[in-house]
T-cell receptor
Framework: DTAVSQTPKYLVTQMGNDKSIKCEQN?????MYWYKQDSKKFLKIMFS???????INETVPNRFSPKSPDKAHLNLHINSLELGDSAVYFC???????????????FGPGTRLTVL | KQEVTQIPAALSVPEGENLVLNCSFT??????LQWFRQDPGKGLTSLLL?????REQTSGRLNASLDKSSGRSTLYIAASQPGDSATYLC??????????FGQGTRLTINP
């Protein structure tokens, strides 16, 4: 299936630990994103990468470090996890077309992170 | 700074009714607007994308409109079905690729 996939689907961990969430897309897109959905269901963008280069960084704490080894992957590493990091994290991808100002984004199923 | 608001926060209607979900945005320089559906515990499914040069898009029983001058978009659902029950999110693009989301409308269709 062509899609955006994330692993793991659920992640439960203790405060202070370091964890990673992986994202892969096989849609041939060149731009990938990380969004955070908090307990009130509000979705906010965190990062965006185009061709492995960071293009959007929304005042996210330095404990969050995205890594894009290639165009098809964008992983999110979180250091020293805090209670407030508990949320659902969504990965998305799109294809940047120079002739258009915006391109449809496709979302992964989400990773529910719970910090105890 | 773009802000997106959705009204109502929740809506419950009997099966078969036509309904309208509202979305408003503060910056008329919006590039495009995208409507999503989110089922409980699931990811987001893209329903319709309206580019800034367009006024509406249709897909099956869904019709979305965009009025940049008034800062509004609506999602019209015809002949609603229980399977339409979900949270509907609208998102406006600020800049070339950044999506700004509303808080969503939780829709329940009662059989």
């Amino acid at each position: 299936d062509t899609a955006v996939s994330q692993t793991p689907k659920y992640l439960v961990t203790q405060m202070g630990n370091d964890k990673s969430i992986k994202c892969e897309q096989n849609l041939g897109h060149d731009t990938m994103y990380w969004y955070k959905q908090d307990s009130k269901k509000f979705l906010k963008i965190m990062f965006s990468y185009n061709n492995k280069e960071l293009i959007i960084n929304e005042t996210v704490p330095n404990r969050f470090s995205p890594k894009s080894p290639d165009k098809a992957h964008l992983n999110l590493h979180i250091n020293s996890l805090e209670l407030g990091d508990s949320a659902v994290y969504f990965c998305a991808s799109s294809l940047l077309r120079l002739a258009a100002s915006y391109n449809e984004q496709f979302f992964g199923p989400g990773t529910r992170l719970t910090v105890l | 700074k773009q802000e997106v608001t959705q009204i109502p926060a929740a809506l419950s209607v009997p099966e078969g009714e036509n309904l309208v979900l509202n979305c408003s945005f503060t910056d008329s320089a919006i590039y495009n607007l995208q409507w999503f559906r989110q089922d409980p515990g699931k990811g987001l499914t893209s329903l319709l994308l309206i580019q800034s040069s367009q006024r509406e898009q249709t897909s099956g029983r869904l019709n979305a409109s965009l009025d940049k001058s008034s800062g509004r978009s609506t999602l019209y659902i015809a002949a609603s079905q229980p399977g339409d029950s979900a949270t509907y999110l609208c998102a406006g693009s600020q800049g070339a690729q950044k999506l700004v989301f509303g808080q969503g409308t939780r829709l329940t269709i009662n059989p």
